[in-house]
């Protein structure tokens, strides 16, 4: 689900929140911090929860992602299995090796969508 409308990002995001950008007319664009781990739940945490508030599908852009541990990948989950429980779609534009290496240790590939079609693209 490509977002014709991706010029429409902002740095700020929507209520002020980093890495969330509204694209288009029903796509939310999620950026990854560069650090999905216990020390920095808190702030993934919170954009999880902006980006849940709304009724926007979601794009989880994982571009920046350096480092990710079991708790990252436990909000992340969370956050992917709410949504679809929602009826909304999440996808991922991008997932490197780390978020693939402790996914892959957890036998969360699949839960995350990591194992669908065209889901990793580097």
Known sequence: MAAS???????????GTPGVA??????????????CTLSQAAALRASLLTA???????E?????VV??????LQL??????????????VQWVYVGTPLQTVAKQLGLLQQ???????????
């Not at 989880?60 to 920046?64: G, K, M, P, S």
């Not at 992340?76 to 779609?89: D, K, M, N, S």
């Not at 669908?116 to 693209?121: F, G, N, P």
Request: charged residues 15%; glycine residues 8%.
């Open 76 to 89: 992340l989950l969370a956050f992917i299995t709410h949504l679809q429980q929602q009826g909304r779609c």
């Open 22 to 35: 509204v694209c288009g007319d029903s796509l939310l664009v999620l950026q990854l911090p560069a650090h």
């Open 5 to 15: 409308g991706a010029q429409q990002h902002n740095d700020t995001g929507i209520n």
């Open 52 to 58: 849940a508030a709304t009724t926007r599908d979601v």
């Open 60 to 64: 989880l852009d994982a571009n920046a």
């Open 112 to 122: 995350l969508g990591f194992m669908a079609r065209d889901s990793l693209r580097e």
């Open 67 to 72: 480092a990710a541990d079991t708790a990252g």
